[in-house]
């Protein structure tokens, strides 16, 4: 291809580009990276907060009395790269990292082509932490942390393991996976499956689109109700052998089934209700999908 016939194909490209109007190129280059380190000394059980505007947070552990964060900085230009704002602060036993959306909204090459610009947070925290990670768009991932863990991205997956404590998870779009976790779970996501394995104390799920697959193992221990809902999607929920709760399910559109024992409420009980009695009864485990079928396992 000639370099004259190669120019007038571009220039094709950008100008239908321009006259659809709602078409907008996005260049994602690799080309300008700035990495930087933050590292910040503190006693036990330390606050970190991370946030970024646009960009994945990986949080791992070490035996160390001290935050490292690494912030990767990406974007088009040198320019735009430089535009991305970091700020790092400690206050007392609390660290503070926030990466804030350039100043002056989005920044253009030209006829429909926008800058993209993001910055990646990979943070080494003790293992006993409290740990805020808050993304506008991208993935979380996060490991072997004891203490209150916040995790919030507008658009992403959110993957955790080895987690103790309080747990909150709220992804606008994506799944959400937690393998051996242990404490009190609190998630919510928009759109996309959750699946969480662990020793389980109060439980509140809750996707718009997606199935949930929730494994509560031996130990677990209700410290209050249970509450499990999708708007879309079946749910499975292992419990062990000897577990005692009050048993509601019910489905708009499939089938209830159990292989634990379940001494049955008065009531109408049909293929798509199932309440009663698990065990000796206690707290209510409460289960809802507008449309999928709900099974009890044991796990």
Excluded at 59 to 67: C, Y
Excluded at 88 to 95: F, P, W, Y
Excluded at 121 to 139: F, H, Q, S
Aim: glycine letters at 14%; charged letters at 25%.
């Amino acid at each position: 291809m000639s370099c004259r016939r190669g120019l007038a194909i571009v220039i094709l490209v950008l100008s239908a580009a321009a006259a659809s109007g709602a078409c907008v190129v996005n260049v994602d280059s690799q080309g300008h990276v700035a990495r930087e380190e933050k590292r910040f000394e503190v006693s036990e059980n330390p606050d970190v907060h991370l946030v970024t505007f646009d960009g994945s947070i990986d949080v791992h552990t070490w035996d160390r009395s001290e935050v490292l964060v690494e912030v990767e900085r990406r974007g088009h230009t040198r320019e735009a790269v430089e535009s991305i704002q970091v700020t790092a602060d400690r206050t007392g036993n609390r660290v503070q990292i926030e990466v804030r959306r350039p100043a002056g909204g989005e920044a253009f090459l030209g006829i429909g082509m926008r800058v993209s610009r993001s910055a990646r947070i990979v943070a080494t925290v003790p293992r006993k932490a409290n740990v805020l990670a808050r993304t506008g768009d991208g993935a979380i991932t996060i490991d072997r942390v004891e203490g209150r863990i916040e995790l919030r991205t507008g658009d992403g997956n959110v993957k955790a393991a080895d987690l103790q404590g309080d747990i909150t998870v709220d992804t606008g779009d994506g799944s959400v996976t937690l393998q051996d976790v242990a404490g009190t779970l609190d998630v919510t996501t928009g759109d996309g499956g959750v699946s969480a394995s662990g020793r389980l104390g109060a439980v509140r799920v809750r996707t718009g689109d997606g199935s949930v697959t929730l494994r509560a193992e031996p130990g677990s221990a209700m410290t209050d109700d249970w509450v499990v809902s999708t708007g879309d999607g079946g749910v499975v929920v292992y419990l062990p052998g000897e577990f005692s709760a009050d048993l509601d399910a019910h489905t708009g559109d499939g089938r209830v089934t159990s292989d634990h024992d379940v001494t049955m409420s008065a009531g109408k009980i049909d293929r798509g209700t199932l309440r009663g009695r698990l065990g000796a009864g206690g707290r209510e485990i409460k289960i809802r999908t507008n449309d999928g079928s709900i099974h009890l396992r044991v796990s």
